[in-house]
C-alpha cells in the first residue's frame, strides 16, 4: 500500500505539466491550419537538404514548397512532417516528465522536447519520403501514376515504426541515466 501512495504522489506531482504540454500541442496544431510552406521551412528545408544530399537530385523552392523535376515530388506543407513533430513531441515530453524531479527540471524538459523532436522529425520525414520514392522507383507500375494508397500507407507505417522505435529508444535512455543518477546519489 506505501508503494501505491508513493506513485499516486509521482502522478500528482507531475499532473500540472500534462496541461502544458497539451497547450503547446494545441497552438502547434493551431499554427499549422493557418501555416504556408513559407511558414513550414524549418521543416522542409534540412529534409529537402537530406533528399538532395541522398538522391543527387537538386530541388527548386516555390510557393509550394519544394519542387524535384528530376524525381517528380513536391515537399509541400501536407509533405512536412508537422503531424509528426507534434506527436514526438507529446510523447518525448510525456516520457521526460517523470524521469526528471524539480519544476525547473520538469519545465525544461516540456521545453527541450520540441527541439528533440524536431531534430526526429527531419531525419524520420526524410526516411519517409525516400523510402516511398524508392518504392515507387522499384515498382514500376507506380511510376506513372503513384498510387495514393501506397504513398499513404507507407507514410504511416514508417511514421507508426520510428515512433514506436523513439519510443523504446528514449524509455531506454531515460532509465539508463535514472539508474546512473541514482547510483551516484
Not at 497552438?27 to 544530399?53: F, N
Not at 527548386?60 to 523535376?69: D, S
Not at 528533440?116 to 522507383?137: D, E, H, K, P, W
Request: glycine residues 8%.
Amino acid at each position: 500500500m506505501p508503494h501505491q501512495q508513493a506513485a499516486n504522489h509521482d502522478v500528482m506531482r507531475n499532473l500540472p505539466y500534462y496541461p502544458a504540454i497539451g497547450a503547446i500541442i494545441f497552438l502547434l496544431k493551431w499554427s499549422y491550419t493557418t501555416a504556408g510552406p513559407g511558414d513550414l521551412q524549418v521543416l522542409i528545408r534540412p529534409v529537402a537538404g537530406l533528399v538532395s544530399l541522398i538522391t543527387g537530385a537538386a530541388g527548386e523552392y516555390g510557393e509550394k514548397g519544394c519542387y524535384y523535376a528530376q524525381l517528380n515530388i513536391v515537399i509541400d506543407k501536407s509533405c512536412s512532417g508537422f503531424n509528426f513533430l507534434i506527436l514526438c513531441y507529446g510523447m518525448l515530453a510525456s516520457l521526460a516528465i517523470p524521469s526528471v524531479s524539480g519544476v525547473r527540471a520538469k519545465m525544461l524538459a516540456v521545453i527541450l522536447a520540441l527541439p528533440g523532436a524536431l531534430l526526429l522529425t527531419v531525419l524520420v520525414n526524410s526516411a519517409r519520403i525516400l523510402s516511398v520514392y524508392f518504392v515507387q522507383q522499384l515498382s514500376g507500375a507506380f511510376r506513372e501514376h503513384p498510387a495514393t494508397w501506397l504513398h499513404q500507407a507507407a507514410g504511416a507505417f514508417i511514421y507508426l515504426f520510428f515512433l514506436m522505435l523513439i519510443y523504446i529508444g528514449a524509455d531506454f535512455l531515460i532509465h539508463k541515466l535514472s539508474g546512473r543518477h541514482a547510483k551516484s546519489a
